[in-house]
Structure formats: structure tokens, C-alpha cells
């Protein structure tokens, strides 16, 4: 594996109070795929902004290609751009067009031209199958056409990071596919992804590692194929049963 | 704070003068809210009417009312009325006629918008319910108007009350000309009394209306 | 109504208009600029700054313009704090719907999801660059109606400059029907006048205001 992307250290993070991430650690390398499961309200998504700075952490740190995230707020922005994190809900900018959503970062934050941004913007639409509809609003797109240019816009950015929140959940069935494809493609291009989702087949074919995370800690991690077929914790098992039918019929 | 001039406040009965002046616009907006609240209950309640005359006529009252500044209606009413139909009217009768026309037509736009803002289905699931008409406004429709409406009509009670302060340009003496004759009266012995004395207006006038929208905020925050 | 007392009195109107017009425009504005900036230290939650607004919110708020007016053009003078009529009468508007205006612009702020800010962030963009693409175009829409009922309250507000001496349409009709006892003609005029000036924003507000919502920009 190549150099190291991200580090977590002894990562503690509470909400008023209660614990949700405790004592964790954990390295990315560049061009690996993590995916994390775990049942809801385990802290995956909590993880995923404590990485991106969204959420103060109370303890631990986070260090993104050897610089701290968490120390230097005035930083931030620039630390940022190395990562780009895609959400539940594509949080596109309703007021904005396709193309303008997707070159406003590299505009604004990078001082790229127009031009610039405009070309590259395209070729990027073009390869998730959306160019013809540059010029739309959000608001004209389905959910998974949504989820596709927020992908496009945070890898405008050419962030050594991308972070993935659940971004087939709010999506629905048909459209997950269309989804799941893009993000295939960008982990054969060798892309590093840190990945949280609750579609396990999908978690099995793209996951070089996968973390399971349970009480705000990280209960097993393995190899797709070690961790789907032989569990070692027993809550791995039970939680990987929850996806299985028993017969229901005797 | 001699040379702030409050202490002309302290002299002879002068406070309780100012706190008369202050009453004087009270009672006006208080006189005037009651008749809006009433008048523009059955304003609301006409104006939610399909009739196209009624929703004409209502419309134009409103709109009227609404485009004058509150100066130009005092205007109307105290100069123009006596001028044309002869009638005497003093200053704060026409301020209670204006304030009154004005609030019920904003109270009237306020009772519309609570009414029309209960989705359709609400009647629908209350008679599905088994509900009659009296039965489902009574115990469906009118708790959830109020509550929309309720800290809106607060607001507009502030709104009446800051707009008192108009009637002294049509000679009505309240609070402000109470603090002009106060700073007229002292101008020699208290030469900084217009400082105290307007700050001192100021204030209470804030103290009249910012309890009343607090309660307003309160109420928007529980029913939200 | 006699026609040629309308004719004379006219050009006095006009005048009267303009003087309305301009002081009016400039305190809008300046109530702008100062409700966006409290609007954007509310929403930021900057510490001190932020209770400092909110009682300005609150004072200006609820207390009237005119008595507003009579403490800066009476009372500040005194603490040796001269101004003439016209920045008095600027000042107390921009006072008064700095106030206003914060709170519409805060409550569209509000509206906008505070997700879409943290998406703006995570592309690298600092506050002020999302807070400036991001949030407040959407929130301006979304405080559009609210910010349009705000220039027209604050127009009419203008009507209470006479007491500051402002040769304005109010104190234009006063005078004159203090003068020559024409009131009918003073009277139509004073509402014709400002029906020339409100009517318009009101117009091209609600024309502004459908199309906003026809386009559903932003939402």
C-alpha cells in the first residue's frame, strides 16, 4: 500500500454528555477503499464529519496527510479541499445550475477560471452519463441523477480523500444502482474513499477493508470476504444476520 | 445627571404628567384594538367568503387602508372629514376612527391568512371523524387558527400602540407633547432637559411594547 | 376641488416628493446594509457582538419612529451631538428598519438547512465565501416577501420627518392648509402623491414576488 492518508488517533467525540465515539483509531492508506457498517446510531456518520471538521472533537486527533484537522481552525478551508465528503441528501445548491454547482468551489476557493472549471466540469458530467444535463437545476434532476453531480462536485476538487455518507439511503430502490456504479468506477481508478452504507452486497464488492462499528468503537475489521463469510466477534454475527431471511415458513 | 436633564423629571408632578401623556396614547390604542379585534374577526370571516363582490370590496377596503401611511389617514380624518361633512372631531376621537379602520383591516388580513392556512384535509379528516360543521371548527379548526393567529395579533397590538405616537401631530396631547411643554417649561433653568426627557419617552414607550413582544415571541416558540 | 390651486400647489408637491423619495431611499438602503450585518452576526452566533444585536433588534423594534427622531434631532444635541434634519431623518430610518430588516433576513437565513452550509464548508469554501454564494442567495428569496412589506413600511414611516423639520409631503400639506385653507386640494394632493411613490414598489414587489415563486428558485 502507498503512503498514508489518514490518520485517526484515540479519536473520542461526545454529544452533551454521552459518549459516541470512544478511543478510536484507524489508518487510511492512498487508494484504499474502507467501508464502514455497523447498526444505526453506532457513529459511522459522526466518524465521517469528525474527519471533515463538521463536529468538534473532545479528544484524539485527526490528521489528514500528516497535517492536524482539528488544530488550526483557520486552516480549515484549506484542509478541506483535500477532502471531499458527499452526503445523505446531495445538498446541491437549489439556486444554482448543474454546471454552476459544480464549478463554484473550484471558482471560488481554487481562483481556477471559468473556462477552466466549465471544461473539466464536463468531462466529469460526461463520464457519470450527465453532461446533456448541464445547464438543468436541481430541482429537474431525480435523486439518483442529484446524487451523481454531488459526486461530481466534490471531485472537482481532486481531493486525496472522499468521504460517503449513506449516499444511496435516501434514494429510491432503481436509482441505487446508477449510484453505486459511479462509486465502483472511482475505486478502480485507485481513488482513496472512506465509505458509510447499509448495502452490504455493494460494501463486499468495492471494500478493500472493512470497519465494523458498534458503541462508538471499532468492533472488527477485516477483509470483505473474511468479514461477510466468517465473523469473528459475535456481534458481527448478529448484526450481519439482520440482513439474512431465515426461512419463514417451517 | 444634572447635566443629562433628568431631573426635571423629579420637579413638581411632572413624571406623573409624562405617565398621564403616556395613558392618553394607551387608551387610544387600547380602544382601537378592541374595536379591531371584534370588527376584524368578522372582516376575516367575510373576506374568506367565495362571493367575488365581497372579496372585491373587502380587497379594495384593505388594500386602501393598508398603501396610506397612518399619517395621511389621520390627516384625512381630522382635517378633511370635519371639512367636508362639518362634523366636529377632536383629535383623539379621529385617532380612535383611524387607528380602528387600520386595525381592522390588518386584523381582518390576519384572521383570513389563519383560517386559509388549515389544509383542506383537516376538514376532511374531522368528518370523516363524524364530526359536524359546528362540532369539527369548534374543536378542530378554531384551536389551530388561534394558534396561528394568537402571537400575530400580539404583534399588531405593538404595532398600534408604537403608532399612537402619530396623534401628536394632529394636537392630541400625549406623552410627547407632555415632554415638549416639560422642556419648554424648564428651558432656562434645564437647558439639557430635551436629552432626559426624550430619552426617558423613549424608553417607556419600549416599555409598553417590548413585554407585550416578548409574549409574542413566546407563543410563536410553544406553538411552532 | 379648484384646478387652479391644484396647478400652484403642485411644483411645492413635487418637490415635497422628492425630498420623501431620496431621504426615504438612502435609509432603506443603509436599513439594508445594517440588517445583513446583524442578520449574518446572529446566524454565525458571534459571541458578545451578537447580544449586542439583539438588543438593538429589540430597541428599535419597540420604540417609534418619531420619538426616535425627536431624540436624535432634540436630545443628542445636547450632549453636544449636532446633526441637521436630513441626517437625522436618514439616520433614525436606517435605525429603525435595521431592525426589521435583521430579522427578515434572519429568519430566511434560518430557513436554508444548515446541512447546505456544511456542504458549502466541506468544499473548502470559508464562511464568509458560503455565508456570500451559498446561504444568502437562498435566503433572500425565501425573505423576499417579508424584506418587500419592510420597504414599504418604511416608506410610509417617512411620513413622520415633518416633526424634524423635513420640508416633506406631510409638512408640505400642513402648512398649506395651515396657510390658505385649501384642505380638499392639500388632502388630494398628499394622497395622490404618495400613491405615486407606494403604489409602484408595491406593484413591481408582488410582480418580483410571483415570479420568485413561479421559478421556485431555490426551493
Not at chain 3, 452550509?117 to 442567495?137: D, H, K, N, W
Not at chain 3, 410610509?156 to 384642505?183: H, R
Amino acid at each position: 500500500m502507498g503512503r498514508e492518508i489518514l490518520r485517526i488517533e484515540h479519536l473520542h467525540k461526545e454529544f452533551e454528555g454521552k459518549t459516541v465515539l470512544d478511543d478510536l483509531s484507524l489508518t487510511l492508506a492512498e487508494g484504499e477503499v474502507a467501508v464502514i457498517v455497523g447498526p444505526s446510531g453506532c457513529g459511522k456518520s459522526t466518524l465521517l464529519r469528525c474527519v471533515n471538521a463538521l463536529e468538534p472533537i473532545q479528544g484524539g486527533s485527526i490528521f489528514l496527510d500528516g497535517a492536524e484537522i482539528h488544530a488550526d481552525p483557520r486552516k480549515l478551508p484549506q484542509l478541506r479541499q483535500k477532502v471531499g465528503m458527499v452526503f445523505q441528501s446531495y445538498e446541491l445548491f437549489p439556486h444554482k445550475s448543474i454546471l454552476d454547482n459544480i464549478t463554484l468551489a473550484p471558482r471560488k476557493v481554487q481562483k481556477r477560471s471559468r473556462e477552466d472549471a466549465e471544461a473539466e466540469a464536463l468531462t466529469l458530467l460526461e463520464r457519470v452519463g450527465l453532461a446533456d444535463r448541464a445547464k438543468d437545476y436541481p430541482r429537474q434532476l431525480s435523486g439518483g441523477q442529484k446524487q451523481r453531480v454531488a459526486i461530481v462536485r466534490s471531485l472537482i476538487m481532486h481531493p486525496a480523500l472522499m468521504l460517503f455518507d449513506e449516499v444511496t439511503a435516501a434514494l429510491d430502490p432503481e436509482m441505487v444502482r446508477e449510484v453505486l456504479d459511479v462509486l465502483l468506477d472511482l475505486a478502480k481508478q485507485g481513488r482513496t474513499m472512506l465509505i458509510v452504507t447499509h448495502e452490504m452486497q455493494f460494501a463486499r464488492a468495492v471494500a478493500d477493508r472493512i470497519l465494523f462499528l458498534d458503541d462508538g468503537g471499532i468492533v472488527e475489521e477485516g477483509r470483505p470476504a473474511d468479514f461477510f463469510d466468517h465473523p469473528k466477534t459475535e456481534r458481527a454475527q448478529r448484526f450481519l444476520n439482520t440482513f439474512t431471511f431465515e426461512t419463514v415458513k417451517e | 445627571m444634572q447635566a443629562l436633564g433628568f431631573e426635571v423629571l423629579w420637579k413638581g408632578k411632572n413624571f406623573a404628567r409624562l405617565m398621564g401623556g403616556l395613558w392618553v396614547a394607551l387608551r387610544i390604542s387600547l380602544i382601537a384594538v378592541g374595536i379591531s379585534l371584534v370588527a376584524g374577526v368578522l372582516m376575516g370571516a367575510l373576506m374568506t367568503r367565495k362571493n367575488p363582490l365581497i372579496k372585491a370590496l373587502t380587497q379594495l377596503y384593505l388594500e386602501t387602508v393598508r398603501i396610506m401611511p397612518q399619517m395621511v389617514l389621520l390627516f384625512l380624518a381630522f382635517f378633511g372629514t370635519t371639512r367636508w361633512f362639518g362634523w366636529n372631531l377632536s383629535g383623539e376621537t379621529a385617532s380612535v376612527i383611524v387607528f380602528a379602520l387600520w386595525g381592522t383591516a390588518e386584523m381582518g388580513d390576519l384572521v383570513r391568512g389563519a383560517l386559509e392556512s388549515i389544509p383542506r384535509h383537516q376538514y376532511e379528516s374531522a368528518a370523516a371523524l363524524g364530526l359536524d360543521g359546528k362540532q369539527s371548527f369548534l374543536y378542530v379548526i378554531l384551536p389551530q387558527t388561534l394558534r396561528r393567529l394568537l402571537p400575530q395579533v400580539i404583534n399588531l397590538i405593538t404595532r398600534m400602540i408604537k403608532t399612537t405616537s402619530l396623534v401628536l401631530m394632529i394636537g392630541v396631547v400625549e406623552m410627547l407633547k407632555v415632554a415638549q411643554q416639560i422642556i419648554e417649561a424648564n428651558r432656562m433653568k434645564v437647558p439639557n432637559a430635551a436629552f432626559g426627557v426624550y430619552l426617558t419617552v423613549l424608553v417607556l414607550y419600549f416599555l409598553a411594547c417590548w413585554p407585550i413582544s416578548l409574549l409574542a415571541k413566546a407563543l410563536e416558540k410553544r406553538w411552532s | 376641488m379648484n384646478a387652479d390651486v391644484l396647478r400652484s400647489y403642485l411644483p411645492l408637491y413635487k418637490e415635497a416628493a422628492m425630498l420623501t423619495i431620496r431621504l426615504g431611499l438612502l435609509g432603506i438602503a443603509l436599513a439594508f446594509l445594517i440588517g445583513l450585518v446583524c442578520a449574518a452576526v446572529l446566524y454565525c452566533k458571534i459571541p458578545v457582538l451578537r447580544t449586542v444585536v439583539r438588543a438593538y433588534i429589540e430597541l428599535s423594534r419597540n420604540t417609534p419612529l418619531l420619538i426616535q427622531l425627536f431624540f436624535l434631532y432634540y436630545g443628542l444635541p445636547k450632549l453636544g451631538i449636532r446633526t441637521t434634519p436630513e441626517a437625522c431623518g436618514v439616520s433614525g430610518l436606517a435605525f429603525l428598519g435595521g431592525g426589521y430588516m435583521a430579522e427578515a433576513f434572519r429568519s430566511g437565513m434560518e430557513a436554508i438547512a444548515p446541512i447546505q452550509l456544511e456542504s458549502a464548508l466541506s468544499l473548502g469554501m470559508t464562511r464568509t465565501q458560503a455565508l456570500s454564494s451559498v446561504i444568502l442567495p437562498q435566503a433572500l428569496t425565501v425573505s423576499f416577501p417579508a424584506l418587500m412589506a419592510n420597504v414599504i413600511f418604511l416608506m410610509k414611516e417617512t411620513s413622520v420627518f415633518s416633526a424634524v423639520s423635513l420640508m416633506d409631503l406631510m409638512f408640505t400639506a400642513k402648512d398649506l392648509i395651515g396657510l390658505y385653507y385649501n384642505t380638499t386640494e392639500s388632502l388630494f394632493l398628499l394622497v395622490v402623491f404618495y400613491l405615486l411613490i407606494l403604489l409602484p414598489i408595491s406593484l413591481v414587489g408582488s410582480l418580483i414576488e410571483r415570479r420568485l415563486r413561479y421559478a421556485g428558485a431555490g426551493l
